[in-house]
Structures are given as C-alpha cells and as structure tokens.
C-alpha cells in the first residue's frame, strides 16, 4: 500500500564542467551539404546549448543500475526487493519481469524497473530514482533540472567567443576501406553548466541510504561519459557544488531560515562527501532524527 511521507528536502546547487567535448545530440531541423550532421540540443529561446534533465539523470540511474546489480548477492539482505532478482539478461529476449535484474526491454536494450510500489520501496535504484511497473508506480524521490550554461560562459559567448565546436569524424570500413566522413557539433571542452538536484526525504530510515546512492552514481558519472561517443572520448564531465543544503519540511510552511541547514561541503569533490558523510550530514541526522 502507498504510504508517502514529507520531512524536507535537499538542494543541491553546482556547476557541471565539461573536460572534453560533450555531444547531446539533437535532430535537424533542416539538412545541408557540408553541414553539421550531428547538431547538439540547444534551448530555442537563446539558442545555447544545455544538458536536458532527462539525459543527465538517464545517465546517473544507468551507471548506477550497473553498480547495483554487481552488487546483488551483497546487497540482498540490506535491500529485500534484491532477493527477487539474478544477474544477467531476460531469455527469451522479448520476455520481461523475468526475474533478471535487467527486466525490461528497451529497443534494444535492457533495463531495471520493479513491477510494483512495494518492491519499488525496497530497491535502492527504483526508490531513488522512480519506476513505472505494471502494477503500480514508484514516484521518484529525485528531481534533477535542465543544466543551463553559467551566466560567464553566455557572456563569453555574445563577446563572440564559440560555445560549440565542429568536429569532422571519417569512419572507415574494415573491409572496403572506404571513407564515411561525418560532422558532429560539441560543446566546447571547459564549458560550465550550472545544475540543481533535489532530493525529496520521505523515508526517515532511508535518506541517508538515498543520498550516499546518489552521490555514488554522480562519482560513476565522472569517471564515465555524459551524452554521445563517450568512448571516443566525448562527455567527460567533473561536478563541483555551490549550495548543499537541507530544508525542513517546516521550512516551506514558515519560510525561516533556521529551517534550513547548510551541508559545508566547500570545495570538496563528490568522493570526499562521501567519504566524510556523517560528518558532513550530522546536523541533518540531529534534526531529523531516527526514524
């Protein structure tokens, strides 16, 4: 049975840094010889790249879904959902809820998703990041927003400086030889996107689970890719945080300021947070007490 609960929120604030050229790509809206042929996605209103919400919160559940099912013998006991699962892919391949922990075909791909809100609760992947089963659904605890340029990379560019790059690839055909030359747009390496994440505290015996999951997944980000072609070097990615805070479920009925509790990450990096959690979190623990 659905039994939701609101004790607060944690914000948090940063920039995504781009390290090598990041490619999200978008369709054509019109197509041109000599051309690019694979633009990135831009806002229509300023015409400026961004990192959708959707890709970037993709990407994290992905890498975690991996994390998650090397870890399933492990896990089992902290995570009873886990004990419904076993590693490796659906057979046949067109079946789903298999009792695989990639349960759901997607094109060509497979991925995790609980069949139902009960088993959803109890899954370190579903109860973060949401699922939508055959049963019933699992509402996300993560909101992650569009990642828009920072105001001195929009103002580099209408100083004129380029924001996105023009890469021409040529793939060659092991047997033939032959040329394939392709045009791919990339957002500059060095460009910065400001992010907000926020996570909704629902479960008093679960937030700080949620959160070190979470700050894991954003650590497999940085060592992975964000976007298209990571493995020929595209999205490497670094995040940084401004503003890590929580905010009491009071807070949004007063509006005072004693209801917020700032988290003094300071220039740390995501595995030095993680590292140092209870520490970092412990005026979080004390106003929230156990569950």
Same mark, same amino acid.
């Given at each position: 049975?659905?039994? &939701?609960?609101?004790?607060?929120?944690? #914000?948090? &604030?940063?920039?995504?840094?781009?390290?090598?050229?990041?490619?999200?790509? /978008?369709?054509?809206?019109?197509?041109?010889?000599?051309?690019?042929?694979?633009?990135?996605?831009?806002?229509?209103?300023?015409?400026?790249?961004?990192?959708?919400?959707?890709?970037?919160?993709?990407?994290?559940? *992905?890498?975690?879904?991996?994390?998650?099912?090397?870890?399933?013998?492990?896990?089992?006991?902290?995570?009873?959902?886990?004990?419904?699962?076993? /590693?490796?892919?659906?057979?046949?391949?067109?079946?789903?809820?298999?009792?695989?922990?990639?349960?759901?075909?997607?094109?060509?791909?497979?991925?995790? #998703?609980?069949?139902?809100?009960?088993?959803?609760?109890?899954?370190?992947?579903?109860?973060?990041?949401?699922? /939508?089963?055959?049963?019933?659904?699992?509402? *996300? &605890?993560?909101?992650?927003?569009?990642?828009?340029?920072?105001?001195?990379?929009?103002?580099?560019?209408?100083?004129?400086?380029?924001?996105?790059?023009?890469?021409?690839?040529?793939?060659?055909? &092991?047997?033939? *030889?032959?040329?394939?030359?392709?045009?791919?747009?990339?957002?500059?390496?060095?460009?910065?996107?400001?992010?907000?994440?926020?996570?909704?505290?629902?479960?008093?015996?679960?937030?700080?689970?949620?959160?070190?999951?979470? @700050?894991?997944?954003?650590?497999? @980000?940085?060592?992975?890719?964000?976007?298209?072609?990571?493995?020929?070097?595209?999205?490497?990615?670094?995040? *940084?945080?401004?503003?890590?805070?929580?905010?009491?479920?009071?807070?949004?009925?007063?509006?005072?300021?004693?209801?917020?509790?700032?988290?003094? #990450?300071?220039?740390?990096?995501?595995?030095? #947070?993680?590292?140092?959690?209870?520490?970092?979190?412990?005026?979080?623990?004390?106003? @929230?007490?156990?569950?």
């Amino acid at each position: 049975m659905m039994d &939701r609960h609101f004790y607060g929120k944690v #914000v948090i &604030r940063g920039k995504i840094k781009a390290l090598t050229g990041l490619h999200i790509g /978008s369709q054509r809206d019109v197509s041109e010889i000599g051309g690019i042929d694979n633009p990135v996605i831009k806002d229509p209103h300023t015409g400026l790249p961004y990192i959708p919400g959707s890709s970037l919160k993709g990407k994290l559940r *992905s890498l975690f879904e991996v994390f998650t099912n090397s870890k399933l013998d492990e896990w089992k006991e902290k995570y009873p959902a886990l004990k419904n699962y076993s /590693s490796g892919s659906c057979r046949p391949l067109n079946e789903e809820n298999c009792g695989r922990f990639f349960n759901k075909r997607i094109n060509r791909g497979w991925i995790h #998703v609980c069949p139902d809100y009960s088993t959803a609760i109890n899954c370190p992947v579903c109860r973060l990041f949401g699922a /939508s089963g055959k049963e019933s659904n699992f509402p *996300s &605890r993560l909101i992650v927003r569009d990642a828009f340029l920072t105001k001195e990379w929009e103002d580099r560019w209408r100083a004129g400086e380029e924001v996105t790059e023009a890469k021409i690839e040529v793939g060659i055909d &092991r047997v033939t *030889s032959q040329a394939n030359p392709r045009t791919n747009e990339r957002v500059v390496a060095g460009a910065e996107f400001d992010f907000e994440i926020i996570y909704n505290v629902e479960d008093l015996n679960q937030w700080e689970d949620d959160m070190k999951n979470l @700050l894991t997944a954003m650590t497999l @980000l940085e060592d992975s890719y964000l976007g298209g072609s990571g493995s020929r070097g595209y999205g490497k990615v670094k995040f *940084s945080f401004e503003t890590f805070e929580f905010r009491s479920a009071d807070y949004y009925r007063t509006g005072e300021e004693g209801e917020k509790i700032a988290i003094p #990450v300071g220039e740390k990096q995501v595995i030095d #947070v993680l590292k140092d959690f209870d520490g970092l979190f412990s005026g979080v623990k004390e106003k @929230l007490g156990a569950g």
